[in-house]
């Protein structure tokens, strides 16, 4: 059996997306990811939204907002707030691990 | 098929209410978010609440699965007795299959195929969805970030055939390995996830890259880690000497007077990139040991002649 050799973006902050790859990506309307720009959640270059251009982790975070709102039913702002909190974590548990290697 | 106590799973007594009910499931639904938990089997405890909320938040489902009995435990062989929801009338709990997770076979038994009445959205004319996005985990050496490399993964995913049954579906992909691909990112691969129904385009696929664990390096982000063994010597006097990278052993200057610990960067030889990661060398002076009769003199000439003493900042 032979398969053929698949190539995907990595989603990186090299990866650039516009709001329409976005939209698709997500499943959702640009409504819904203008909001998520509003709060802060999503920080596209460029100065409206056609000219908007989203990180690979753009994507992630977007992924992450719709599965919060979703499964925990929690506003906007309260997905902004758990993403910063989630973002914390991580930069703390690897100067955790860091640190617990060292020993 | 295995039993599901859905109030067990929901950690409810049997005479919950439904506040108590939705309240608890708010909690372990928190808890056990894949997003957010740290649990390593949170996926499949959230699934499992999920179902089990599905069941005993909908009145209609919570009647029916009480009509089971009590006496039912975890795990015990379960088949649903013949007929066992006539007289019930059901109203459709909202249990749709197109954005429902893969549910229990048991769940399935009870409540999938056509359960009462319920309006049914299934592989119907003038239902149309995109597929789901898949997610899965690829493992890597280390060195495969160095090079690149060619992945044959392998994936089983739920589908619907043709008449509406779920199907596990086994399918391997050979995929494309970037150079420089760092631990936790994500590669999409657009258009490989679940296919569409009704005309709608597949879901997109997600390999989330991880290494393996690395006998010698550390890894974080593009950086290594490396703890070298020197001899006492080697770090006293300094020198050149030979460590390991990924891509080759290469020569490393010693500083006269390394401690232990002491950081030395290899810089640009770590993980490719723009900007390439750096590799730390963290010496760690490593005693010859003293089981020779040179060896003992040896260190015993050291003890008469340095005048060492370790703990001379302690006061002692």
């Known amino acids: 059996m032979t398969t053929e050799l698949l190539s995907g973006i990595v989603l990186d902050e090299q990866t650039e997306l516009t709001l329409g790859e976005l939209c698709r990506a997500c499943c959702r309307h640009a409504e819904w990811i203008e909001q998520l720009v509003d709060e802060g959640i999503l920080e596209p270059a460029g100065h409206n939204p056609a000219q908007w251009r989203f990180s690979g982790t753009s994507l992630q975070k977007a992924h992450i907002a719709m599965r919060l709102q979703r499964d925990l039913d929690i506003n906007l702002a309260g997905v902004a707030l758990a993403l910063d909190l989630m973002d914390e974590i991580e930069s703390l548990q690897a100067v955790l691990s860091r640190l617990q290697s060292r020993d | 098929m295995d039993f599901k106590d859905y109030y067990k799973i929901m950690g409810v007594k049997r005479d919950a209410t439904q506040d108590e009910i939705k309240r608890s499931y708010r909690k372990l639904a928190r808890k056990f978010h894949p997003d957010v938990s740290k649990h390593s089997d949170a996926e499949a405890r959230f699934k499992e609440v999920g179902e089990a909320y599905e069941v005993l938040k909908d009145p209609e489902k919570r ?104 199907i596990t579906r086994e399918h391997s992909l050979s995929v494309k390995i970037p150079k420089g691909i760092r631990q936790g990112q994500k590669i999409r691969l657009s258009g490989q996830g679940a296919a569409g129904f009704g005309g709608g385009g597949a879901g997109d696929l997600y390999l989330e890259i991880e290494f393996k664990p690395h006998a010698l390096y550390r890894v974080e982000g593009r950086d290594l880690y490396l703890d070298l063994p020197v001899a006492p010597w080697e770090a006293a006097l300094g020198g050149t000497i030979k460590t390991p990278t990924p891509a080759g052993p290469v020569d490393l200057k010693i500083p006269a007077n390394s401690s232990s610990g002491r950081k030395l960067r290899l810089k640009g030889r770590g993980i490719p990139g723009n900007p390439p990661g750096d590799i730390y060398v963290v010496p760690q002076i490593t005693l010859p040991s003293a089981d020779s009769d040179q060896a003992r003199d040896l260190y015993r000439k050291m003890e008469r002649e340095l005048a060492f003493n370790p703990r001379s900042k302690m006061g002692v």
């Open chain 2, 63 to 166: 009647a029916a699965y009480d009509q089971l009995g009590a006496n039912w435990k975890t795990g015990q062989d379960f088949r649903p007795p013949p007929d066992w929801d006539a007289g019930f009338e059901f109203s459709g709990g909202g249990y749709t299959r197109a954005d429902s997770p893969a549910y229990s076979d048991f769940f399935e038994s009870l409540f999938g195929h056509g359960f009462g009445s319920a309006p049914h959205t299934g592989a119907q004319g003038g239902f149309r969805a995109r597929g789901e996005d898949h997610h899965a985990k690829v493992l890597i050496d280390l060195e495969d970030a160095y090079h690149g490399a060619e992945k044959t993964i392998t994936l089983r995913s739920p589908e619907l055939d043709a008449g509406g049954h779920v």
